[in-house]
């Protein structure tokens, strides 16, 4: 695997680089703006132009670059006005995400409300060809695997694989597997022979194909407790073996692993570090 992390924006959009390569990520992730705001920025030129020409002198010009979209986006929002303004707010993400060349955008489905889960995978899956009608990206979209909080959808892997079975471009939308997430959410990652069920379960239903990135975290409840807390890598309920085994695993050898755990710059080149010494 590549091994990276989140990295900042924050004053300029083309300072990710730098911020990246201070922390040795050999990959990273983005939000393309401000995650808690919900008006669209929009970049000038020159700030494109200097994205572009600092990506082509830096180490990622041959790397996917992952973007996160605003948490603030519902892709099936139970409520009318929030349903429109989370469409078109995805829409905006979408088109960010290419002028900035941006391979990658990860998403969490969203949260079905007071409507049924099934309501909720048709409503998501409606979102998607509604933006893709819209505006045909380049970004490919990856959905993200959930802890399933609340009335979160994306918690087993069938939900995500049936969002993308409604989809009509389908080429345009794979997976994004957050190890946090879906032990939360249930499945096993603390031993070896569970993780080995876990994959089988990814392989038969996500395929390993349609998986772009995994979310390295580690998890600070338990196995099953649907809460969504990371932890630093070997520092939670996961444990160290779960990481070492799948940095090894053939079949993502070159996937990004993409590290959001709490601790700041110093805490993601430490667990950057560890997580290149895993690999044999
Ligand atoms: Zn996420
Ligand atoms: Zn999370």
């Known amino acids: 695997m590549k091994i990276g992390c989140h990295v900042s924006i924050a004053q300029n959009i083309w300072a990710c680089f730098e911020r990246a390569l201070s922390v040795q990520s050999e990959v990273f992730q983005i939000f393309t703006q401000n995650q808690r705001q919900w008006k669209s920025v929009h970049y000038s030129k020159e700030d494109i132009e200097k994205f572009h020409e600092l990506r082509k002198q830096s180490p990622y010009g041959s790397e996917p670059i992952v973007a996160h979209a605003s948490y603030l986006i519902n892709l099936c929002a139970d409520d009318e006005q929030k349903l429109i303004k989370s469409r078109e ?6 088109k960010r995400c290419d002028l900035l060349g941006i391979d990658y955008l990860v998403i969490h489905p969203g949260s079905f409300g007071g409507q049924s889960l099934e309501w909720g995978i048709e409503k998501v899956a409606e979102t998607l060809n509604f933006a893709m009608d819209y505006f045909e990206p380049q970004v490919q979209i ?3 695997t959930t802890a ?8 087993r892997f069938e939900q995500l694989q049936a ?3 409604q ?3 389908k080429e345009k939308v794979a997976y994004c597997v957050d190890t946090c997430h879906i032990f939360a959410a249930g499945y096993e990652l603390e031993n070896l022979e569970g993780l080995n069920r876990t994959l089988t379960l990814a392989k038969k239903i ?7 990135v995994w979310h390295f975290n580690d998890s600070m409840h338990d ?10 890598i070997g520092e939670g309920k996961i444990g160290l073996a779960a990481f070492e085994y799948l940095v090894n695993y053939k079949p993502f050898d070159t996937t990004p692993a993409i590290l959001e755990i709490p601790g700041g ?3 993601f080149a430490e667990n950057i570090e560890l997580l290149k010494n895993l690999r044999k």
């Open 89 to 94: 707010a995805f829409v905006e993400e979408l």
């Open 142 to 144: 990856l959905l993200e």
């Open 148 to 155: 399933g909080q609340g009335n979160n959808l994306g918690f």
């Open 163 to 165: 969002i993308r079975e």
């Open 167 to 169: 989809v009509k471009l």
């Open 206 to 212: 996500l395929t390993f194909e349609l998986i772009k």
């Open 223 to 232: 196995r099953g407790s649907r809460k969504d807390r990371h932890a630093a």
């Open 265 to 267: 710059k110093e805490k």
